[in-house]
């Protein structure tokens, strides 16, 4: 025997259709909001990548043009820099450790001379485990007083990036307890091109036990 249970059809309306039309429409939101995630997400990246090449191509352009470059009685020779693919993983945000008594750093150079800077602070990250680096600020008067100089090695050097270490550009913001490192623009100092150019090495504390695959590769004329 069969018995069926008949609901008033107001009951079916005020109960099982609102639950089912609010699960769907619920569902339906969450639905959106990851596509808009995934799609804003997705679309930064591409703007990244994007500024990424559009810089690497105008320094090459301003490499061949300028008569500041190293290059400028050699464009004919020039064929553009080497780089790393960009990637995402060596965009890291560091957090800065404040030193208590700033000393002023005494920096060698590869023609020999010295250079001084004062230490401003420690970016401690997380790449392929904790890693430290010593941030130097600029003391030279000029433009360039109280710029912020990083300048590091790692496990490419001398091997597939410039032995003497790669440069990275930061910016000092005051107050704020975070810096962002985006080791896709590491960059060569000019003595990697010409020996007449007098370039600053990487205080001791930067020689990184990591490979760094990212930002500029030795540059070896065609």
Known sequence: MVVVFLLPIEDIFNHYI????????????IL???????????TGNEDYFSSIKAER???????????????????????????YAPDLKYKVTATLEPIKERKIATVYTNTGSV????????????????????ILEVLEKGAKNGN???????????????GSGRYLDIRKVRGESTIELDFNRLYNPYC?????FSCPFPPKENNLTIPILAGEKQYKPN
Not at 20 to 28: D, S
Not at 57 to 83: A, I, M, T, V
């Open 115 to 134: 250079e001084h800077y004062l230490e401003y602070a420690y970016a401690n990250f997380k790449l392929e485990g904790a890693q430290k680096l010593l």
């Open 32 to 42: 959106i909001i990851g596509f808009v995630i995934y799609f804003s997400f997705s």
């Open 192 to 196: 990697a091109y010409s020996d007449n």
């Open 148 to 162: 912020l100089f990083l300048a590091l090695t790692d496990k490419t050097s001398a091997k597939e990036t410039y």
């Open 18 to 29: 609102p639950m089912k039309a609010g699960t769907v429409i619920l569902c339906f939101t």
């Open 57 to 83: 191509e105008r320094k090459d352009d301003w490499f061949r043009s300028s008569p500041d470059s190293p290059f400028y009685n050699q464009k004919n020779s020039f064929h553009g820099l080497k780089y």
